[in-house]
């Protein structure tokens, strides 16, 4: 109410004043000033990493509802480079321009935007770690301590003290000191690597297993590790090396030290599981429970709480960790039937996507998958963007606003986050695709790495923006894409060797709009395989969530348990040899890293090139400008004996320009180049010699 006077008065006679809206965030607040310190000792040496500063609800935690679907803070973001004892870190204003080295903001874009009241504050600052990777990528992440990559407040963060603050609307500054570090849980002793990836102590039923992955510490050039939660079956004797169990390889969010199924957080689940019996019901007697071995993986990374399991360029060969170190350990310690039939992926959401791809990349490896509402298994429609043909990510051609999370109240959608709303919140938490946060991480999978060494992002996330040429990269992880290409060509064969090993399914009222991918996922492999080549059921008008079909848990273990015995060599139908032999296998760590790692980022790039080897005066020369990364705007510039021989204009990527030098001596072009999260860089073209 009160903005809105102060508008009507400052606006009278100011008729050329653009917009009102421009013109309270210009004059709202325009002198708050947030300078925040650190305690002395508190920080051992300077660092980059990022500073979260958010405005609460006074009287109320800042950290209390942080969703991008109901918090009701603002959060403001900015980077910090050799943050140390001696500096201090200044939030002022704030901007769409500069996110990686000044203030952004959410749901407002600068802290002038924050209305007069008292606020509950509080700053957080996340460590960044700069590596140099192996294939000669740079990059500062924060690496996870065994917390599961919170995008705010992780395990050993600088913090303030919350306070309560009257933020007047005229000059103020506000001095916040850090002045704690968040806890890290400590370490129990009993598994190796200090906090990564936790520490817990085996119970009865539960081992948690952790080893340090080879290849992934020589990708990251740091020490790097995987984890295992193993639930065992009632009965299991590991003095008895002649029972075997199958393995349901349960894929999802950071499980901390809980099991498969919420095994050890759910008491009813927990029970039964370890009394290998399964409850009567009003309708039905109590019966064995089917006997596996569950596993669910512990794999934070510097992306996300989770790496997807896969080989990607951005976060290292997570997938060969997991498979081809990971679970051979784990095979190795625990009795386990050894071959693909017994070994099943299943999972929803990140673990729908997760437990499908590794089948799909695996056959040599796994027998079948379970996916439960996966995420998006064909960028024709990623969540409810039409990646491959949009111009923007956050609009359509008609003007409204792309969504990405929704619900239904009695029957009707309510949207509750747009993708613009999202991201906008992602980019508080982290630039560069670093917020923790889901679009990112996708962004960190799906894509190759930039020029900038960060991943190549498919949309600016300021003005959803669609390069296209950066989604091109994104196709070996579009699964409908990589299976049909790989449908009966070449060695893959996955046309008959997956033929019924795919089980896929979501509900039509999904959360996140998944069942969109899923549903071009079916309507390209049935076009390849003919219908039903994937057990797709799309279920009406159910919700994200629930085991496979919504079954109850035990109805599912058992139709799991009897794809297994129905698939089992002595079952009725075996898998063929040639359905899980080694030439099925993709997503090869090698050609993940040659197509999307630093040395291709290299070589997508070319210098502005003066296509003749001499020019005359008053003769148009022409140029091209250069090869750069999808997304990098440019400004040409023509100079004539060193001098500049034009105004620099603004050209696109893939134009030739021209030029009649006035005057014999040489001529050059420069073409500077820029981008979000990119150093503004400028690359010349050869001299070529101006004759008469
Ligand atoms: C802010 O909250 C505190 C309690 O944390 C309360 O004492 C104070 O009165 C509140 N101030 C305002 C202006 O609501
Ligand atoms: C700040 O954001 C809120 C929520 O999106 C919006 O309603 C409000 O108009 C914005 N304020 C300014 C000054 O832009
Ligand atoms: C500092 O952080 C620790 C661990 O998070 C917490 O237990 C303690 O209360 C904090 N101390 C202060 C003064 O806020
Ligand atoms: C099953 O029996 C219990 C106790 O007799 C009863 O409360 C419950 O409503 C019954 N459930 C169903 C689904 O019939
Ligand atoms: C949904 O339906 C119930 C029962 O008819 C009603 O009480 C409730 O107000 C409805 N909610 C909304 C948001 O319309
Ligand atoms: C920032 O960019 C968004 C998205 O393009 C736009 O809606 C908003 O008005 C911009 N805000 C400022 C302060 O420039
Ligand atoms: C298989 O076919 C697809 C689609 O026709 C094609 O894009 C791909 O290059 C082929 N692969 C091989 C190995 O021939
Ligand atoms: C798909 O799988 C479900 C569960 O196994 C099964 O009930 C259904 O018959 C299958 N559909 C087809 C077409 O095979």
């Known amino acids: 109410m009160l903005k809105a006077v102060l508008l009507a008065s400052l606006a009278i006679g100011a008729s050329a004043i653009p917009t009102a809206s421009n013109y309270v965030e210009r004059e709202y607040n325009a002198n708050l000033d947030v300078r925040i310190s650190v305690a002395s000792g508190l920080l051992k040496a300077p660092t980059d990493g990022r500073v979260v500063l958010m405005f609460a609800p006074n009287g109320t935690d800042p950290l209390e509802d942080t969703d991008v679907t109901s918090s009701p803070n603002k959060i403001y973001g900015k980077n910090v480079y050799g943050f140390g004892n001696k500096n201090t870190i200044v939030f002022s204003g704030g901007s769409n321009a500069s996110t990686e080295t000044g203030v952004f903001g959410w749901p407002n874009v600068s802290l002038s935007d924050i209305d007069p009241g008292t606020y509950s504050v509080q700053a957080f600052l996340t460590k960044y770690e700069t590596v140099t990777r192996s294939d000669g990528s740079k990059v500062s992440v924060h690496f996870p301590c065994g917390d599961g990559a919170p995008n705010v407040n992780a395990f050993g963060s600088l913090v303030t003290t919350a306070t309560d603050v009257e933020i007047s609307g005229g000059a103020q500054t506000l001095e916040l000191t850090f002045n704690n570090i968040t806890a890290i849980e400590p370490s129990t002793g009993k598994e190796i690597g200090g906090c990564n990836q936790g520490n817990y102590e085996d119970t009865d039923t539960v081992k948690y297993v952790k080893i340090r992955s080879k290849k992934l510490s020589k990708f990251w050039g740091r020490d790097m590790y995987v984890g295992a939660n193993v639930v065992l079956p009632s009965g299991y004797d590991a003095n008895d090396k002649k029972t075997r169990y199958p393995v349901i390889y349960n894929q999802g969010h950071w499980p901390g030290s809980a099991g498969a199924y919420n095994y050890g957080t759910d008491k009813a689940f927990t029970s039964a599981w370890d009394s290998g019996l399964i409850p009567a019901t009003n309708t039905t007697a109590a019966r064995p429970a089917p006997?596996?071995?569950?596993?669910?993986?512990?794999?934070?990374?510097?992306?996300?709480?989770?790496?997807?399991?896969?080989?990607?360029?951005?976060?290292?060969?997570?997938?060969?960790?997991?498979?081809?170190?990971l679970l051979p350990y784990l095979e190795a310690t625990f009795h386990t039937i050894r071959a693909p039939y017994a070994r099943v992926q299943d999972g929803g959401s990140t673990g729908g996507w997760e437990s499908i791809a590794n089948l799909i990349y695996r056959p040599d490896l796994f027998g079948v998958c379970f996916s439960s509402y996966p995420d998006s298994l064909d960028f024709h429609r990623h969540q409810d963007i039409e990646l491959y043909t949009a111009a923007n990510a956050y609009q359509r051609a008609d003007g409204s606003s792309v969504p990405s999370i929704r619900t239904h109240v009695n029957g009707t959608q309510v949207i509750e986050a747009s993708v613009a709303l999202e991201n906008h919140w992602e980019l508080t938490f982290g630039t560069a695709s670093r917020s923790a946060n889901q679009w990112d991480v996708w962004n960190a999978v799906f894509g190759v790495q930039g020029y900038n060494n960060y991943p190549l992002e498919p949309w600016d996330k300021v003005t959803g923006e669609i390069y296209h040429e950066a989604v091109e990269y994104w196709k070996p992880f579009d699964l409908s894409d990589y299976v049909v290409s790989n449908f009966n060509n070449g060695s893959r064969n996955l046309g008959a060797a997956l033929a019924g090993r795919i089980f896929v399914y979501v509900g039509t009222w999904d959360n996140y709009f998944l069942n969109e991918g899923v549903m071009e996922f079916q309507k390209r492999t049935d076009?390849?395989?003919?219908?039903?080549?994937?057990?797709?059921?799309?279920?009406?008008?159910?919700?994200?969530?629930?085991?496979?079909?919504?079954?109850?848990?035990?109805?599912?273990?058992?139709?799991?348990?009897?794809?297994?015995?129905?698939?089992?060599?002595?079952?009725?139908n075996p898998l063929s040899a040639s359905a899980v032999a080694p030439s099925t296998r993709g997503n090869i760590w090698d050609d993940v890293i040659k197509t999307g790692g630093r040395k291709a980022a290299v070589k997508r790039q070319a210098d502005p090139k003066i296509d003749m080897k001499s020019a005359k005066v008053g003769q148009e020369v022409s140029a091209s400008v250069g090869r750069w990364d999808p997304g990098v705007k440019l400004t040409a510039q023509w100079i004539l004996n060193s001098k500049p021989a034009s105004e620099p204009y603004a050209v696109k990527q893939g134009d030739t320009v021209e030029?009649?030098?006035?005057?014999?001596?040489?001529?050059?072009?420069?073409?500077?180049?820029?981008?979000?999260?990119?150093?503004?860089?400028?690359?010349?073209?050869?001299?070529?010699?101006?004759?008469?």
Request: glycine content about 10%; cysteine-free; hydrophobic content about 35%.
């Open 291 to 325: 006997k596996f071995l569950l596993i669910t993986f512990r794999h934070e990374s510097p992306f996300y709480d989770d790496s997807y399991a896969v080989n990607t360029a951005n976060l290292g060969p997570y997938g060969d960790a997991i498979n081809d170190e």
């Open 659 to 692: 030029y009649a030098p006035t005057a014999k001596g040489h001529v050059q072009l420069l073409v500077t180049g820029e981008k979000r999260n990119y150093v503004t860089e400028t690359r010349k073209s050869g001299r070529v010699l101006v004759g008469r």
């Open 527 to 572: 076009a390849a395989g003919g219908a039903g080549w994937a057990n797709v059921t799309i279920l009406p008008e159910k919700p994200h969530g629930g085991n496979y079909q919504s079954r109850e848990i035990w109805d599912y273990l058992e139709l799991v348990e009897s794809w297994v015995k129905d698939h089992a060599p002595s079952g009725p």
